[in-house]
């Protein structure tokens, strides 16, 4: 009896031993591909860092706005009032496709006059009368 229970044990030991090589195998080859998929993601993070578009798609009103360099409250303005980049709403929150902000930021420059934003503020200011 004895040695039937030793030889039961042998063959668990053994096939505790196959099943942990097998494990062993799994975590070498998630490891090479999560090692690789690293490298992906470094060069897509250049890449985008290169070409100024953000890996994230979407960002909230305030990362939007930053982007712009404008106030949230001047967004949300523009929303009220129909103007500005398109946006979705989640629940109650806008949020902002990166790729319709960077192209409505590119439409608003081309657009945007070359000469002053104010009428008369390339004008010297009116003087007054008996000042020097």
Not at 26 to 39: D, H, I, N, W
Request: charged content about 30%; proline content about 7%.
């Amino acid at each position: 009896m004895a040695q039937s229970a030793r030889d039961r044990t042998e063959r668990e030991a053994a096939d505790l031993r196959r099943r942990l090589d097998a494990v062993e195998g799994q975590v070498a080859r998630l490891t090479r591909r999560v090692e690789s998929m690293g490298g992906e993601l470094r060069a897509a993070l250049r890449q985008a860092a290169a070409a100024e578009v953000s890996p994230v798609e979407v960002v909230k009103r305030a990362e939007a706005a930053a982007v712009l360099g404008q106030q949230p409250s001047t967004l949300a303005a523009w929303a009220r009032d129909g103007r500005g980049p398109a946006y979705h709403l989640r629940g109650n929150r806008a949020w902002y496709r990166v790729a319709d902000l960077l192209a409505w930021r590119e439409a608003a420059e081309k657009d945007a006059p070359a000469g002053p934003r104010r009428p008369g503020a390339d004008e010297a200011p009116p003087r007054l009368p008996g000042v020097s």
